[in-house]
């Protein structure tokens, strides 16, 4: 579905990732975890076009898209979360959401669909965007994601800084959203949520993959990548 090949990317001369390969395969949940700045936002934003690597590339349904711009990248059904969740402040919730839409296929994901599944944002529906608390802006930046009707969805720390209960929900919306057959590659500090939601997990570390595998197998060997790779 979209795979990361051999990537290096640079911030100017400073190396960010190294030879990195990583994909998520039609209707998984895959984790990228690792430690604060370890390159997992780097890997998302690679994928998504943010970044060019100078090296490797970046393939979205076999098809190398490693020249493509962002906007491209995201008509052909890819969709990011940034971790600062970058909902526009002066807009309504309403008009963020249907923003979203505009230029992209219709499909599963309406704008009731998208308040059914986070039904606070109906209530806060003509709030402007800088008024919510941080849940209802991760929850808006979901939604709108969700709006382009992607078919893999990147999810950059959707639980930082989240009060307990909402991050239960963030995690409860994530769960559905899978079920409604969307590939989701989701970055996370710490590997709690990707353990019980996920099928694979990358460690990311360094700019490098430390360790990749499957949940199961990252269970039954968790101390010692832990202990390994400091997370
Ligand atoms: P975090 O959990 O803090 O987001 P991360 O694993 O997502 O960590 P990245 O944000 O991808 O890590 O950062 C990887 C490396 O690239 C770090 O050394 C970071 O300092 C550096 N880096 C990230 N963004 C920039 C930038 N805009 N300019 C220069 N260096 C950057």
Redesign the pocket.
């Known amino acids: 579905m979209l795979r990361l090949e051999d990537a290096d990317v640079f ?2 001369k ?1 190396q ?1 990732l190294g030879g990195v390969s990583i994909e998520v395969r039609e209707g998984e949940v895959v984790g990228l975890v ?1 430690r ?7 890997i998302l934003k690679t994928l998504m076009g943010l970044l060019t690597p100078t090296r490797g590339r970046r393939i979205h349904k076999g098809e190398d898209i490693t020249s493509l711009p962002p906007q491209k990248i995201s008509r052909r059904g890819v969709a990011f979360v940034p ?1 600062n969740r970058q909902i526009f402040p002066n807009l309504t919730v309403e008009e963020n959401l249907r923003l979203a839409g505009v230029m992209h296929k219709p499909g599963f994901w309406t704008y009731d669909r998208a308040c059914g599944l986070f039904p606070r944002l109906r209530e806060r529906a003509r709030s402007n965007g800088s008024s919510l608390s941080g849940g209802e802006q991760q929850m808006l930046s979901i939604a709108r994601a969700l709006m382009t009707n992607p078919t893999v969805l990147m999810l950059d ?1 959707p639980s930082e800084g989240l009060a307990p209960l909402v991050v239960r929900d963030v995690r409860d919306a994530i769960v559905e959203i899978h079920r409604q057959g969307m590939a989701i590659l989701l ?1 996370e ?1 710490k590997v709690a949520i990707p353990m019980s939601i996920g099928q694979r997990i990358y460690v ?1 570390d360094h ?1 490098t993959v430390g360790w990749s595998g499957t949940t199961a197998e990252f269970a039954a060997d968790r101390a010692a990548i832990e202990n390994k790779l400091a997370i």
């Open positions: 911030y100017g400073a960010a690792g604060n700045g370890a390159g997992k936002s780097t971790e720390e970055v500090q990311v700019g």
